[in-house]
């Protein structure tokens, strides 16, 4: 990425800033609770409604607002709300990408429906959901507390013990986490609601209809590695690897995704993480060795996802993803996002940057434009620290925005020390801590995996 | 990305659930603040499958310690802790941090203090059911059997860098 192109980057695109005004009036609403709108909050959410007036949702969202008006809360209201919202980020994220393909010249490919595989998720786990997002809905942030937190427990439980419902299990356990060590919420100071709004309205969504992972076609090449980038909370970890893949015959380079995920409990952290992932060695061997993979017929869904499978994959070659982002990453094809995913958070297009200046305030400086980079989203799971990042000269990172403004999120760095050129990336440790002072760490504390699987083993065996 | 910062609220992604630190989990493998109680589970040192289920409730500090089938510790007497409610203090501490704790506990102390110095509730009889049961809750996690899916809500909840 140039200077001239992170200039056009960080023009806002027109609509945004009303989008998220529209947002914002409706997640204060939320905040205090949909039960009892006061003037500002009932305007607030009709205009929420309004802005999508035009759109198929319209029809449904203005009965919602006049159900709320009598005091009727029901899931058809709730869902009508949280479609509506989710319309308008899309949105917002749809301009926003257009642009950031616009100033990078990044192609991206034609959205593309999969049929998958059909199967009904069980509605009772989905009902259990919806109900405590009703209740959380009419309770607004600042009425909930412990008991209504609990009140969840249940749900939570069943909803992880059934794969199908991943997606949703791994939302709600976030926020139940988030609204628990905020308990009483009425006595925060500030209120993320933003956020909370955000997790609300796709849990929703999610609650309704069961996850909507699409289906997938098969895929063969090759894989060449561009970065890791790494999900965490209390209970679930995901690592996310960006790479270009060269299909072997015809169609274009593409740029894909691969995740894979876990579930775990808090008292797991840091470079202990990757243990958990250990069931997908060829793909963690390929990030912390930098190698490139062969894949044969693995399922790739219309957004981008290679659907991990390690039978179909082999480790190749050393491959460099500094010399991947220079060489491939310009003409690989982007894909394109799936509808309901669309929302600014979902934004992280890989991007290579160089020839920058580190600033003092937390910038790079690509000459003409500077850019954020995000010092807070360095994994723990990995060697990046706020000093490689600062003395680096060359990045690869992801483009990101939120709150309105674009940053940059460092995957892997390098740089020249002792003249000699240093490189770091996320996944390093993926297969352990290559650094002295973090392999010392980790063996103090133990393995905290080993421990609790061993007493799972005999605890829960019956 | 803290709550000091303007346009906190405007923020999809911020750090809300402060970071944990990693410790050895052989002695005491689950701590948590919830339900009004410091409360966890501590190795028994003799057997694997026994374990005592030790607990200090908010305000009133008043403590209790037991196997997890309900027999009482020996140890924990009047006002006295037994080493599994010293050792539940000590490692919740290292888990989330003295002001945390002290906190949900409602208690005063400063960096430095005794934390269990300043508790002086007394023995108060509780099912060690409850906790043992949110225990295994706990292990099954690890348990949890995998998905294939990939999981685009977890932008929400990227891995931020530890706090010392
Ligand atoms: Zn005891």
Known sequence: ?462 | MSSGEAGWEERSVARIVPPIRPRKLAKVPFVELAEGRLQGVVSSGSSATRVYVSSIEAETHDFNCSTNNNRPCGGAQGSFHCKHLKALIDEAVKQYGLERVARYLKVEAAEGDDLHSLLNGKLVKAPAAVVFSRFLRHLTYLKVPAGSEPLPEMHWFPALKAVH
């Open chain 1, 1 to 462: 990425m140039q200077g001239v192109q992170l200039a056009e980057l960080v023009q806002t695109p027109p609509g945004v800033d009303e989008a998220m005004e529209a947002v914002a009036g409706f997640d204060a609403a939320l905040a205090d609770g949909l039960s009892r709108l006061g003037p500002r909050h009932s305007e607030a959410v009709d205009a929420l409604a309004g802005a999508v007036s035009a759109s198929p949702l319209g029809a449904a969202a203005a009965d919602a607002c006049g159900e709320l008006a009598v005091g009727s809360i029901s899931d058809t209201e709730l869902s009508a709300l949280a479609g509506a919202r989710a319309a308008l980020l899309g949105a917002v994220h749809d301009a926003l990408l257009a642009r950031l393909d616009g100033a990078l010249g990044r192609t991206r490919a034609e959205w593309e429906e999969h049929p998958a595989d059909a199967q009904e998720p069980p509605a009772n786990l989905l009902a259990g959901a919806r109900s405590w997002l009703r209740e959380l809905a009419i309770a607004g942030w600042r009425g909930v507390d412990e008991e209504l937190v609990s009140a969840a427990d249940q749900t939570l439980e069943a909803l992880w013990a059934e794969p199908r419902l991943r997606r949703l299990a791994v939302l709600l356990d976030g926020l139940a986490a988030e609204l628990r060590v905020s308990c009483p919420v009425a006595t925060m100071e500030r209120i993320p609601e933003r956020r909370w709004a955000d997790l609300w309205t796709r849990a929703v969504l999610l609650a309704h209809s069961g996850s909507w992972t699409g289906g997938a076609a098969a895929v063969s090449g090759r894989l060449l590695p561009l970065g890791v980038d790494v999900h965490e909370h209390g209970t679930a970890v995901q690592a996310q690897l960006h790479a270009v893949l060269e299909p072997r015959g015809d169609g274009p380079v593409r740029l894909v995704r691969a995740a894979v995920a876990a579930a775990k409990v808090d008292t797991i952290v840091g470079p202990e993480v990757w243990d958990l992932l250990s069931g997908h060695p060829t793909l963690l061997a390929a990030i912390a060795e930098r190698r490139a993979v062969d894949i044969a017929d693995m399922p790739l869904t219309a957004d981008g996802d290679l659907l991990w499978d390690e039978e179909r994959a082999k480790a190749g070659e050393p491959a460099d993803p500094f010399a991947t982002a220079r060489v491939r990453l310009p003409d690989a094809e982007a894909p394109a996002v799936a509808p309901l995913d669309r929302h600014p958070v979902r934004i992280a297009e890989p991007v290579l940057v160089e020839g920058y200046k580190a600033k003092r305030d937390g910038t790079f400086d690509l000459g003409g434009a500077a850019i954020d980079v995000d010092a807070d989203r360095l994994p723990p799971s990995g060697p990046l620290t706020p000093q490689l990042v600062n003395a680096s000269t060359a990045c690869i990172g992801l483009l990101r925005w939120d709150a309105g403004r674009w940053t940059l999120q460092p995957l892997a760095v390098r740089s020249v020390a002792k003249k000699q050129p240093v490189e770091a990336h996320n996944g390093d440790w993926a297969l352990g801590p290559t650094d002295p002072k973090a392999a010392k760490a980790l063996a103090r504390s133990g393995s905290a995996v080993a421990v609790l699987t061993e007493r799972a083993g005999k605890l829960l065996r019956k």
